[in-house]
């Protein structure tokens, strides 16, 4: 046995080492030195604080009881700190990008800031975490009773705990985390002395349970092999269809969520790291701390099992194994080791459960009512925000307290551990939501929150409960109201589960449920959407002064006033000045909203976005954020989709315009290539006589014995090719001028009569050249049209003579037939001769066609004859058309509008000579 | 050598041919008659017995009737283009190798191309030098006999 | 490596882990019969799973060192104290 005084002295100068190293450590920290402190090894120790006296001493009992199940309790952290890069590095970065200072904050911060979601997640976090501490009380207590008992494996199976120890042990907790704890309000400026000392009491308890480890394996047992080869004669579990079940699914589940919802973990991995980068280290070294704090577990329990007494506590095997085999000083080291263990949990939630006490409940009242806790402009939120923090530090270590009291004699560690798991596990659907599901929103977190939180109150708590009172056993037997489906552990008939699976998976499907159907009932608000970007797309965003109050009417010393209420004086004359314009006065900061969502986070980081948001509320603008203020703040989703719109727009935009731009060009290739066909005709019909002019000149100048008649033939010949190349120019002048559109006449009131008689007298030569018979019919006398007498002779010229030459008939005819239809006068000029096939149809009038020659003929024409005249009909608002040419013979009609009579009076025409000039008669 | 081509292909007097001439040296294809009438000219005054059609297709059927040395060719014909003239007779073994001139106004390249292509042996372009002609002719069938 | 194939290997890691310890893979090694060095096969079997996963991280977070050269930033409390 080990003396009283000893281990109190013992226990005592440990906590004062402790105070010590904290008190360094915050002085170090806080004069700057403090590298070490912020290094990813102390990052990597504080995060053991997961380690608790569960661990230390439950651990070893649960593999006495039920075989490899505690395996599972390591694995799913494994898990979760392997897979950092999805999880928790996201978690952490919003952390810190939020200001977070606990996961209530975290949690009501994603979802519009809520209020409500804090305050819920607050009590279920009490309700979870107070059995907790309660079992670190208890296992405290029961190791000092052990240690100190002369026959400790005689006592062990005594129920009775020391509840005034327990007190004194909470009692000593609490000034320790009051003291270390709330040194200053700003929980981002986090607990360096409490971290220091939770490192330090990660590797007392680690070298403290490999030391009892090494001289139970190799002391006692003689080796890992023979250790192992009393598993059958202990009665072991290592069954691996008995391990590997349900339960194990489970624990491996509740441990991952645990790592991340347990209030004392989110204060580590969150809260107080340093760095992101930490994670890093983390990932790999902290699955290795437990490794190391599991790798002797279930050797202890063999040894434990087969050499104590059957009625020997398991749980307390690390401590009674070294006892009994005379190894007094390794067992006080144990006692230290599990100590460290349960106080290092104990301080940190108790810190962690305080910042959401009084961020989330009791600010939130003193906003509302200011007078009642003297609230006043000027100090007061400082020392409210101590005192409400220390008050909860002392009441969450009395309700662990009255939970143990209430308890005590009841129940094994590891089911108590299990039950708080099952508890703060509630919160991983809304944490995974607000990482990853932008459409989550508050009143789904909250329903989800609620069902988890009900139904595990319900199948896990309540029964916990059960040993100790009789309505609940009968309650646990029979249901409510002796209805058999509502029974605590076999809802609606759900039997033959183990209680621990039963409720994690009512209580998580609940949850899960009501989390997703109500999200989708529900619309985020204008905050919670911004929000809820700000969480999901955070590694997207690289500078994210967070858009709050973009209205900034706050007067400069309300908000001061404000912010040293808060603050401080000395952090709000800083953060002040840092804003001030150079050489300003600290109150001549411009309330930008960059200022604004600044001093905001800032706040945030004292009390809690959710409070934070609704103080700030109250100075700027006095009210809350405004409707034009909303939609300033619209998402980024929002402006995504909207910029993502225009980018549409514009895509739709480009590609109209590109169209456009290929059917201009289309329209210009088509242009060019007609001008580069024109070219090459025009080309063409000049090179013709030009080949024959060229000819016989030469062949003048090399032969100079040529007779007098063959010269006088060959300079005719010279001087008819240079008439038609003139010709030809002329025409493609005339038609080009036309086809531009130049004004190349006026025209004026015209008798077309008059014309056709002109037009016919001027073609006499060549009809009768051609033995062409031509027969005029009547014609209406005296009418008037809009038009040049010379231009419309020059149409009917043409016409006239192409129908003379080209006509092969035997017996050549002509028959001009005018008339005058409605209002306007037509001329057709029929003719007997071969007619224009088909397939000529759509191209006689373009330029340069030619039909078949008639192989008398001695000249041809350029072939624009019939282009010309169309473009020269057009001009008078008239037209040339072919009627129709199968078989023999074609039709040419041109028509005209007539004047009425007072527009025949306003354009009286002289009557004109046909000259020739420009209009050549046009053979084809 | 001066007359028709001898051999196994001997000459036979087509029942609608005037077989009152010889065969020409040149059988010209153009339409326009002036400068039909100045190749007629100048073919003849350098010694070459010469005929013309002023058609496609009566180039084709002259070819038949009256076994021209060589042909003086112009593109742009009525009825048959040149170059249908050109593939036609190209395309009989008994013509594979006749000698032809292309004569076109169009100086395109493209032209120039598709004339070689289809087997034209030489191709001068309008308006030409006399010189010219009577060159290309002269290099294809040697010297006029006089 | 692009940071896309990163993030996959970070993502293959957990998984794979999760694939090991939980049934049926688990079930695999068998119970006290086939000792591995005195120590029972399953007990064996977690040990090495977790080992590796821990040599997994370790490889990970060096390879997170290489392939996104600059350090993510600090936490900004850590600069504003």
């Known amino acids: 046995m080990i003396s009283g005084p000893l281990v109190i002295g013992t226990a005592i100068a440990y906590v004062v080492l402790l105070f010590v190293l904290a008190y360094i450590s915050d002085v170090r920290a806080r004069s700057g030195r403090g590298a070490l402190l912020r290094s990813p090894l102390v990052f990597t120790l504080a995060l053991s604080v997961y380690c608790t006296s569960w661990t230390f001493y439950g651990a070893v009992g649960s593999a006495a009881r039920n075989g490899l199940e505690f395996f599972a309790i390591y694995l799913g952290p494994t898990l979760v700190f392997v897979g950092w890069w999805f999880g928790l590095r996201k978690l952490v970065r919003i952390g810190h990008r939020q200001r977070t200072t606990s996961i209530a904050d975290f949690v009501s911060s994603r979802f519009g800031k809520s209020a409500g979601l804090a305050v819920l997640i607050t009590l279920m976090a009490v309700a979870g975490i107070t059995p907790y501490i309660a079992l670190q009380l208890k296992a405290i207590t029961t190791s000092l009773g052990v240690i100190l008992s002369p026959e400790p494996a005689g006592v062990l199976a005594r129920s009775g705990d020391d509840v005034g120890l327990a007190f004194a042990i909470a009692a000593a907790m609490a000034l320790f985390s009051i003291f270390f704890g709330t040194r200053n309000i700003n929980a981002n400026e ?141 067992a006080l080291f144990a006692f230290i080791g599990g100590f460290s263990s349960a106080t290092s949990m104990i301080i940190v939630a108790s810190i962690a459960l305080s910042i959401m006490i009084s961020n989330h409940v009791v600010v939130p009242i003193a906003l509302r009512m200011p007078a009642l806790f003297g609230l006043r402009q000027g100090e007061g939120m400082t020392r409210l925000l101590l005192t409400s923090r220390r008050l909860s530090i002392g009441f969450v270590l009395f309700l662990g307290f009255v939970y143990f009291w209430q308890t005590s004699g009841s129940g094994a560690l590891a089911p108590i551990g299990l039950i708080s798991f099952a508890g703060v596990a509630q919160f991983l659907p809304a944490i995974l939501a607000a990482l990853y599901w932008r459409d989550a929103t508050r009143q789904g977190a909250l329903a989800g929150l609620l069902s988890g939180f009900v139904i595990w109150a319900y199948t896990s708590f309540l029964p916990s409960l059960g040993a100790s009172s009789p309505q609940i056993a009968d309650l646990l037997a029979n249901g409510p109201w002796h209805l058999g489906l509502l029974r605590p552990q076999a809802l609606l008939g759900l039997s033959g589960l183990d209680p621990l699976v039963h409720s994690v998976f009512w209580s998580l499907l609940g949850n899960t449920l009501a989390l997703v159907f109500v999200s989708i009932a529900t619309q985020n608000s204008a905050m919670g959407r911004m929000q809820a970007n700000q969480f999901v797309d955070v590694f997207r965003r690289s500078d994210d002064e967070q858009k709050g109050f973009t209205r900034s009417q706050a007067p400069m010393n309300d908000l001061f006033v404000m912010a040293r209420r808060v603050l401080g004086t000395a952090a709000a004359e800083r953060l002040f000045e840092k804003f001030a314009p150079t050489g300003r006065d600290a109150l001549q900061v411009d309330a930008t909203p960059r200022f604004i969502s600044r001093l905001e986070k800032e706040l945030a980081g004292s009390i809690g976005a959710a409070s934070a948001h609704v103080l700030l509320g109250q100075v700027v603008s006095g009210e809350s954020v405004t409707m034009e203020d909303v939609m300033q703040m619209a998402d980024e989703a929002h402006q995504i989709m909207e910029y993502s719109q225009r980018l549409e727009q514009t895509t739709a935009e480009l590609q109209s315009t590109t169209s456009q731009l290929q059917n201009a060009n289309t329209r210009l290739r088509q242009l060019d290539s007609q001008k580069d066909e024109f070219l090459s005709q025009v080309s063409h019909e000049v090179r013709t006589p030009m080949t024959a002019i060229r000819s016989f000149a030469e062949i003048l100048l090399t032969h100079t014995s040529l007779s007098e008649s063959e010269r006088r033939n060959f300079v005719s010949t010279i001087h008819a090719e240079s008439v038609r190349l003139t010709g030809l120019l002329d025409e493609i002048l005339d038609l080009n001028a036309l086809e531009r559109g130049e004004e190349l006449w006026s025209n004026e009131a015209v008798d077309p009569g008059q014309a056709l008689d002109r037009a016919v007298e001027v073609c006499a030569p060549i009809t009768s050249q051609h033995n062409v018979q031509v027969t005029i019919g009547n014609r209406p006398r005296g009418l008037r049209v809009h038009a040049n007498f010379n231009r419309v002779c020059q149409v009917f010229i043409n016409l006239i003579s192409n129908a003379a030459k080209y006509n092969d008939s035997a017996n050549p005819q002509l028959n001009i037939d005018c008339r005058l239809e409605n209002t306007t006068f037509v001329v057709d000029f029929t003719d007997n001769g071969p007619g224009i096939s088909p397939s000529d149809h759509g191209t006689i009038f373009d330029k340069f066609w030619r039909g078949k020659r008639n192989p008398d003929t001695a000249q041809s024409g350029s072939g624009l004859g019939l282009a010309i005249s169309r473009e020269i009909m057009a001009k008078m608002n008239g037209s040339l058309t072919l009627v129709h040419g199968e078989g023999r013979g074609a039709c040419f009609r041109v028509e005209l509008p007539i004047l009425e009579e007072a527009e025949t009076a306003a354009a009286a025409s002289p009557n004109e000579k046909v000259t020739a000039g420009a209009g050549l008669p046009r053979d084809e | 050598m001066s007359s028709v081509s001898t051999g196994s292909d001997a000459p036979i007097f087509h029942p609608e041919g005037p077989a009152d001439q010889a065969p020409p040296d040149v059988l010209i294809v153009e339409d326009e008659p002036a400068i039909l009438s100045s190749l007629e000219f100048i073919l003849n005054h350098a010694g070459w017995r010469t005929r013309s059609v002023q058609d496609g297709e009566a180039a084709l059927s002259a070819v038949n009737r009256w076994h021209p040395r060589m042909l003086v060719l112009d593109l742009m014909l009525p009825k048959r283009n040149g170059f249908d003239v050109l593939a036609s007779l190209r395309a009989r073994s008994d013509t594979r190798e006749l000698p032809i001139l292309i004569l076109t106004a169009k100086g395109q390249q493209q032209d120039r191309r598709t004339a070689m292509e289809l087997g034209a042996s030489a191709f001068v372009t309008k308006p030409y030098a006399n010189g010219d002609v009577l060159e290309a002719v002269a290099s294809l069938l040697g010297s006029p006999v006089r | 490596m692009r940071p896309e194939k990163f993030a996959a290997l970070a993502f293959l890691l957990p998984l794979l882990g999760a694939i090991l310890i939980l049934p049926p893979l688990v079930l695999l090694p068998g119970g006290t019969a086939s000792p591995l060095f005195g120590i029972p096969a399953n007990i064996a079997y977690i040990f090495s799973v977790w080992l590796l996963l821990i040599g997994g991280a370790y490889a990970l977070q060096r390879l997170s060192r290489q392939v996104f050269d600059t350090p993510s930033p600090p936490a900004q409390r850590a600069s504003d104290d």
């Open chain 1, 190 to 330: 986090q607990h360096h002395g409490v971290v220091a000392a939770i490192a330090f009491e990660a590797v007392v308890k680690f070298v403290a349970l490999i030391a009892v480890g090494l001289f139970v394996v190799f002391g006692i047992g003689g080796g890992v092999a023979a250790t192992y080869a009393r598993a059958a004669e202990a009665g072991v579990n290592l069954d691996p269809a008995a391990n590997f079940g349900p339960r194990w699914i489970t624990i491996t589940i509740l441990s991952a969520a645990a790592i991340i919802c347990l209030p004392r973990q989110f204060q580590i991995t969150v809260v107080e790291n340093a760095d992101e980068n930490h994670l890093k280290t983390a990932s790999w070294a902290f699955p290795l701390y437990l490794l190391g704090m599991s790798i002797f577990t279930m050797p202890i329990a063999i040894i434990g099992l087969s050499l104590l007494p059957s009625g020997a506590d398991p749980d307390m095997f690390v401590l009674t194994l070294p006892l009994t085999h005379d190894s007094q000083a390794l």
